[in-house]
């Protein structure tokens, strides 16, 4: 077998981590001019949020892609033709701190093929985390994949180490597994995802009462998904992804469009997923996490695929026209938050000033809230929608009209009689002036 240096298995290793999708801007390549400052090389460092918002490079590798299964979609199968390396824990050690140390990443993502066996893979990333940490005093983020199916020590010391914690579930539906990942198990993945929830709720609630007890995962735990593989529909993905989220706390489930490579399994489409599904599913994801749509309300049985044309709440709102217009200046959070164009962070805002004044279009406008989509389903103090003009405003118009042409017709009356009561408030100044009499 060819040795390889470092920088050949970085090049293999950090190239096949690109298809894990928790960090999108893997790849990116921007050498610096020498005048300015930032660089960033193409090998493996990516973009992450950490959980108080913050953007942060990680260095993204796979310890191996070297892989003992054979999931049909995925590039590092055991039967797929490519050049394969493999790092020693030491070998991702120091590269992480080197690269730490001239200020290319803030930490670590770190996956991996299974290699001999669940639990023999997980010991080689733990010890990676532990080293760091133990060792060299790491404080830098650390987001390890669990492996499915591993030793439950192996994933309690594992969340010891990391900050994140991730357990692939890989496709929408057992049935999917059976077909494309023939040695990967629902039951199995999930059993996973449960210790690492159940295990972390535990600490989390000891941590509560005795502040010396150890964090445990952080950042807590997620998920990547591949769609398009199969035929799987929309709100079957939809409602995996809402079973995850209630079943075991996961902070965010990842879809990643299948594309097509040379030479594939027949059973895999020639056609890649559009970016667009995934970017609605996301959409969709967003509605179940932060809007309160339930996964069933985001589809329907009869149309199961996301409508890719527009978003999935602009969707849901033009199949719920009774539940419109929402009035901005008096309608509840949750009813503001099924508007479409306006955001959550929107709705905190208006909530926050229509305790002072009504809002008008224009206040809305300056809240960047998207109008074009909006201003169909809202009351706001100048405004309602086109459809309800027909109905409101006219009866709004022929009233004003109608007491508008009774002041006129009150207002002549006085102007007429006015000259009369004149001559007849002068007439008796005059007469009580002659007599004395008031
Ligand atoms: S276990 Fe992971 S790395 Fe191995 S073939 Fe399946 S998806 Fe690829």
């Not at 926050?352 to 998207?370: A, G, M, P, T």
Request: aromatic share 8%; charged share 25%; net charge neutral.
């Amino acid at each position: 077998m060819v040795s390889l240096t470092v920088q050949q298995k970085l090049e293999i290793l950090a190239d096949a981590a690109k298809y894990d999708a928790s960090c999108a801007s893997s790849g990116a390549k921007r050498a610096g001019n020498g005048k300015g400052i930032g660089h960033s090389d193409g090998n493996g460092i990516c973009h992450s949020y950490t959980p108080d918002g913050r953007c942060i490079s990680l260095l993204k590798l796979l310890l191996t892609n070297y892989c003992t299964y054979d999931c049909v979609f995925c590039v590092n199968r055991v039967s797929s033709d490519i050049r394969r390396a493999r790092f020693t824990p030491e070998e991702i050690v120091s590269l992480t701190l080197d690269f730490y140390k001239r200020n290319y990443i803030e930490g670590l993502f770190l996956s991996s093929g299974i290699i001999q066996s669940p639990d023999y893979t997980m010991e080689q990333l733990v010890q990676v985390a532990k080293t760091l940490r133990t060792v060299h005093y790491f404080g830098g983020y650390i987001h390890i994949k669990a492996i499915p199916g591993c030793a439950e020590r192996l994933l309690e010391e594992a969340g010891t180490y990391a900050d994140r914690l991730s357990a692939n579930i890989e496709l929408p539906t057992q049935a999917d597994l059976v077909q494309l990942a023939p040695e990967k198990k629902s039951h199995v993945i999930e059993g996973t995802m449960g210790h690492i929830h159940d295990h972390k709720a535990g600490l989390d609630e000891e941590r509560s009462r005795f502040r010396s007890t150890p964090k445990f995962a952080p950042a807590g735990q997620s998920t990547q998904m591949v769609i398009g593989a199969t035929p799987s529909t929309d709100r079957q993905i939809i409602q995996r992804a809402n079973h995850l989220y209630t079943s075991y706390k996961l902070r965010r489930v990842y879809y990643t469009g299948f594309s097509p490579y040379p030479e594939a399994d027949t059973r895999l489409p020639l056609q890649a997923s559009p970016m667009v599904r995934e970017h609605r599913l996301y959409q969709a994801d967003w509605l179940m996490r932060y809007y309160g749509f339930a996964a069933d309300e985001i589809t329907t049985e009869d149309k199961p695929e996301l409508d890719l044309s527009i978003d999935p709440k602009l969707a849901w709102a033009r199949r719920h026209p009774e539940f419109f217009p929402v009035d901005i200046n008096a309608a509840a959070r949750e009813a503001l938050l099924r508007v479409p164009g306006i955001g959550y962070g929107s709705v905190d805002r208006i909530l926050r000033i229509r305790k002072y004044h009504k809002l008008s279009i224009e206040d809305l406008r300056k809240l960047h809230v998207r109008l074009k989509d909006a201003e169909h389903y809202i009351i706001a103090a100048d405004h309602l929608p086109i459809h309800e003009v027909t109905i409101f405003d006219v009866a709004q118009k022929a009233i004003e009209s109608e007491v508008r042409a009774a002041a006129s017709e009150s207002i002549s009356k006085v102007e007429a009689a006015l000259p009369a009561m004149q001559m007849q408030l002068f007439t008796q100044a005059a007469n009580s002036a002659v007599s004395g009499v008031l």
